[in-house]
């Protein structure tokens, strides 16, 4: 796993939790429970998860990218990457 898609991820996280309604919407898409996402935090699936989530919803994931001041499409490619949908970057 790249361990800056990792970072990215976890600074997602963050970002996600800030809003309860959001983190609750990541909860209810994820199936996870706060318990069962702190346990998980180091699985490349729930990191995915986690970037997948922002970028299934693109106003999430402007404002997500606008608020760690990096672009949307970096996000974007890290939840591919992390998906093992993409390669690693060069």
Do not use: K
Request: with cysteine; net charge negative; charged share 25%.
């Amino acid at each position: 796993m790249n361990d800056g898609d990792a970072a990215l991820a976890l600074h997602a996280l963050g970002w996600i939790l800030a809003d309860e309604p959001r983190a609750e919407r990541l909860l209810g898409m994820t199936g996870l429970s706060p318990e069962g996402l702190r346990a998980a935090l180091g699985d490349r699936a729930t990191l995915a998860a986690i970037l997948g989530f922002l970028a299934a919803h693109e106003p999430d994931l402007v404002a997500c990218a606008e608020a760690l001041d990096i672009d949307a499409e970096a996000l974007a490619a890290a939840a591919r990457r992390l998906e093992g949908l993409e390669g690693p970057m060069p």
